[in-house]
Each structure stands twice: as structure tokens, then as C-alpha cells.
């Protein structure tokens, strides 16, 4: 199983790359059934994997000028306070054993795994539906509108404390759709929120879990050789036309999840 999780880290990277956004709900899937890592863990680490794998991504998209840093601060700000918040606050809160059911019991790790997997499965809806249907772009970048930014940071900044993910799903059509950022910035601009986000959530953890260095190193560095890929391989592929595919593979990805968790 290890080759096939060392595999899969190199795919999660390509999909970051390819698509912008996607890969990093992949990344606790991948820890928890493929390395056997634990649930809550799993999501730390994974919040390293994608902020890492995530800076050097977005590398190329600095030097081509595709990044818009006031859109990083206005939605990365609200992101990153939710994130600190729930890592350090709600996360811990959450009892070990939350409820039982005749002989089931809703732990910890299944709920977080739960919740994971109902945000695969809306993501997949989103990757499927935007294939489908493109998304607006102008290249005139309209004015913020700033209670829905900052409500959206928000929601992207408690998704990614809580469950590991770093919400390019969620960030890329609000970039788009919302701040009117063209496809190339909205993606590079994702990146760097998500980096920011993702690294931000993992050192407000660093007094609850204990890391396995070597291999979190690792797994980041096959996801980083992946993202270069990809980021090339977007280059002569539009990779918003691979969407729909990668959707529909979430999405029976996310249900699995659920019945492994509940009846398998």
C-alpha cells in the first residue's frame, strides 16, 4: 500500500498544478488508507503537505504576474483567523467518543472523516457542474464585494482548520465568479491563499500533535514534484476540460468514505 499512497502524492500535486485547486482533498484520504495515519492527524499533516506543495507552486505564477496580492490579503485574512480559531479552539474541543449507537461509535477520527468526505462530495458536484458550464471571466478586475469575501474567507479558513483541505474548490469560483480575476490570476492567487492558510493552520497545531518528520517530508516532496508537473503539463492542456473526470473520481471517492466509515 505504501507505493500506492507514494503514488498518489504525486497525483495529488499534478491535480494542484493541472487544475488549481482539488488535490488537497485528496491528501487525507490518501494518509489515512493508504498510510494508515489517524484521522486527526491525518489532517495536520495534510495541512502541511498542501501549504508546502502549494508555495512552490505558485512560484511560476509570481513571476508571471498572476498572482493579485490585495486579493490574497482580503480573503486571506478572514481565511487565516478561521483557521487559527478552529485549529486551536474547535478542533480540540471535539470529544474523543461523540456519541454511540447501539454497537456504533461516532469518534473523533469518523467524524472528521465524515465531514471530509460530505466536503468531497460538494466539491465534486462543483468540479462536475464548472466543466459543464464555464465560469465568467473578464480581464477588468471589478470592485470587492467585501461582506461576501470576507464571509467566504471565513468559511474556506474553518473548512480548511477543520478537515486539512485547502478549499481551492471553493476559492477559485469566488475569485472568478465574485472579484472577476481572470482564470491564470484566480488560480495563482488561490495558491498563494491556500499556502498561506494551509502552513498557517499546521504551526496552530504543532502544541497538539506530534510529527513524524521523515515522512511528512516525503509525502511533500512527491506532492512538490507533482505540482511542477502539473503546472507544466497546464501549460499545453486546459486543465479546466479534466474537471469533470477528476470530479466524478472525488465524488465516488467521497462516498466511499462515508459507507467504509458507517456500514462497512
Known amino acids: ?9 504525486i497525483f495529488i500535486g499534478v491535480s494542484l498544478g493541472l487544475i488549481g485547486g482539488g488535490g488537497s482533498i485528496l ?20 495541512l502541511f503537505i498542501v501549504g508546502t506543495t502549494s508555495v512552490a507552486g505558485s512560484f511560476s505564477y509570481f513571476k508571471k504576474g498572476l498572482v493579485d496580492m490585495k486579493t490574497v490579503a482580503v480573503f486571506g485574512i478572514p481565511s487565516t483567523v478561521a483557521v487559527f480559531l478552529t485549529r486551536a479552539y474547535i478542533v480540540p474541543a471535539i470529544p474523543q467518543d461523540v456519541f454511540s ?7 473523533k477520527g469518523i467524524l472528521l472523516l465524515l465531514l471530509f468526505a460530505l466536503l468531497m462530495v460538494f466539491a465534486a458536484y462543483g468540479m462536475i457542474k464548472n466543466g459543464r ?3 465568467e471571466e473578464t480581464t477588468k478586475q471589478q470592485p ?3 461582506p461576501l469575501v470576507l464571509a467566504e474567507g471565513t468559511v474556506v479558513g474553518m473548512l480548511t482548520g477543520l478537515v486539512g483541505a485547502g478549499g481551492g474548490f471553493l476559492i477559485i469560483p469566488a475569485l472568478v ?5 481572470p482564470m491564470k490570476t ?4 488561490s495558491l498563494v491563499i491556500i499556502a498561506i492558510n494551509s502552513l498557517a493552520g499546521f504551526l ?3 502544541s497538539h500533535i506530534a510529527i513524524h518528520w521523515g515522512f511528512i517530508l516525503m509525502i511533500t516532496a512527491l506532492a512538490i514534484i507533482g505540482i511542477l508537473a502539473g503546472s507544466y503539463i497546464s501549460t499545453k492542456i486546459d486543465g479546466r476540460k479534466l474537471k469533470p473526470a477528476f470530479g466524478w473520481f472525488v465524488l465516488i471517492m467521497g462516498v466511499y468514505i462515508i459507507l467504509k466509515e458507517t456500514l462497512l
Open 186 to 189: 484566480a488560480i495563482g492567487t
Open 101 to 107: 449507537i447501539g454497537s456504533f461509535t461516532l469518534t
Open 177 to 181: 465568479n465574485f472579484m472577476r480575476l
Open 1 to 9: 500500500m505504501d507505493i500506492a499512497g507514494y503514488i498518489a502524492s
Open 144 to 146: 470587492y464585494n467585501y
Open 27 to 46: 491528501t487525507v484520504p490518501v494518509l489515512v488508507y493508504l498510510f494508515h495515519v489517524d484521522a486527526v492527524l491525518a489532517t495536520a499533516y495534510s
Open 204 to 206: 496552530f497545531s504543532l
Open 133 to 135: 458550464t464555464t465560469m
